[in-house]
């Protein structure tokens, strides 16, 4: 570990699958680690699916192999459906409307053409399971000055 004068940051990108193959580097620095080593990074950063890992690390400041143990059981439950709308009638039609706009320029309901062939589903499944915000403010550090 790097001397006081040091501090060790981890930046956690989006992306879904990235996100939950950074738990298995996260996973691996903790066994690396070993039981009795504080949490190895002073600052966390996240967006997007990356946000959701760091801040589940946060939120576990005081125990970065707690944390990493949550992620680990977070990431092994979700399913297609939390983060798809991947049913037939939906597929289906948000499918014609990308195939539209990919042939003839037809955009959505709004004008703008649907970015991905699955729709989004709006499940909240991130931040409802993931993070436990009751441990998020005692183990937030106030800013320095």
């Not at 190895?40 to 699916?49: N, Q, V, Y």
């Not at 989004?120 to 931040?127: D, L």
């Amino acid at each position: 570990m790097p001397g006081p004068d040091h501090e060790i940051a981890v930046l956690l990108p989006g992306g879904g699958a990235r996100a939950a193959y950074q738990v298995g580097v996260l996973r691996a620095v903790a066994h690396i680690l070993g039981r009795e080593q504080r949490h190895p990074f002073r600052i966390i950063c996240g967006t997007s699916a990356g946000a959701i890992n760091a801040a589940t690390l946060a939120a576990h400041a005081d125990s970065f192999r707690r944390g990493v143990a949550r992620l680990v059981r977070w990431w092994s439950r979700v399913e297609v459906k939390h983060v798809y709308r991947a049913d037939l009638a939906n597929v289906s039609l948000h499918g014609v409307r990308w195939l539209a706009s990919v042939l003839i320029g037809v955009g959505g309901p709004k004008g703008s053409p649907p970015s991905s062939i699955l729709p989004a589903s709006s499940s909240t499944f991130g931040t409802t399971h993931c993070v436990p915000s009751r441990s998020m403010r005692p183990a937030t550090p106030r800013a320095r000055r």
